[in-house]
Antibody, heavy 122, light 107 residues
Framework: EVQLVEFGGGLVQPGGSLRLSCAAS????????MSWVRQVPGKGLAWVAY????????YYADSVKGRFTISRDNAKNSLYLQMNSLRAEDTAVYFC???????????????WGQGTLVTVSS | DIQMTQSPSSLSASVGDTVTITCRAS??????LNWFQQKPGEAPKLLMN???SLRGGVPSRFSGSGSGTDFTLTITSLQSEDFATYYC?????????FGQGTKVEVK
């Protein structure tokens, strides 16, 4: 069974940093690209970033480009999101997600973690 | 970026009703259109990809259609467990973009 567990969320001041982690199990992690998707409480879904299986391809939403860094450690079956220069508008539940297929241009998030809440506030 | 517009933003329905949600893309996305269901406090669940391909375990009362820019999600004989928020999402281009959601509520 595919399992994704996010952790690392919490309260951080504007301008601060936070690192989210996502522990994957139940599948060959190194064979799949992965994404982060966020959701402001009570609002819609917004894709944040994508990293390919080998980390050779990385994409970001414009809203986080230059501030967030997605990375992975295939030996540890883990996905990360380093968030710097955080703003109030980054407050959201952050989900890690695995796509429905392997290989290039497989982006559709099929398996999701339960999410971790990041609150940016003074 | 490809903009995804859903309508309506909310609707009220009763068990047994047929419900239709539409999603329009700002440019052609072929059939790179996915539908998600989300219940409060839960992660989204992928119902359908490629516009009309039902994922495993999803009841056959859910169906999808469309290509290019216009898509629909239809739920026939609505069940109590179907009251939720539904999102469309395009996977044609990066950045991946979602519709704003359609909340299906109890009438």
């Amino acid at each position: 069974e595919v399992q994704l567990v996010e952790f690392g969320g919490g309260l951080v001041q504007p301008g601060g940093s936070l690192r989210l982690s996502c522990a994957a199990s139940g599948f060959t992690f190194s064979s799949y690209g992965m994404s982060w998707v966020r959701q402001v409480p009570g609002k819609g879904l917004a894709w944040v970033a994508y990293i390919s299986d080998s980390a050779s391809t990385i994409y970001y939403a414009d809203s986080v480009k230059g501030r967030f860094t997605i990375s992975r450690d295939n030996a540890k079956n883990s996905l990360y999101l380093q968030m710097n220069s955080l703003r109030a508008e980054d407050t959201a539940v952050y989900f890690c997600a695995r796509p429905d297929c392997r290989g290039a241009k497989c982006y559709t998030p099929e398996h999701w973690g339960q999410g971790t809440l990041v609150t940016v506030s003074s | 970026d490809i903009q995804m517009t859903q309508s309506p933003s909310s609707l009220s329905a009763s068990v047994g009703d047929t419900v239709t949600i539409t999603c329009r893309a700002s440019q052609s996305i072929n059939v790179y259109l996915n539908w998600f269901q989300q219940k409060p406090g839960e992660a989204p669940k992928l119902l359908m990809n490629a516009a009309s391909s039902l994922r495993g375990g999803v009841p056959s009362r859910f169906s999808g259609s469309g290509s290019g820019t216009d898509f629909t999600l239809t739920i026939t004989s609505l069940q109590s467990e179907d009251f939720a928020t539904y999102y469309c999402q395009q996977s044609h281009d990066i950045p991946l973009t979602f519709g704003q959601g359609t909340k299906v509520e109890v009438k």
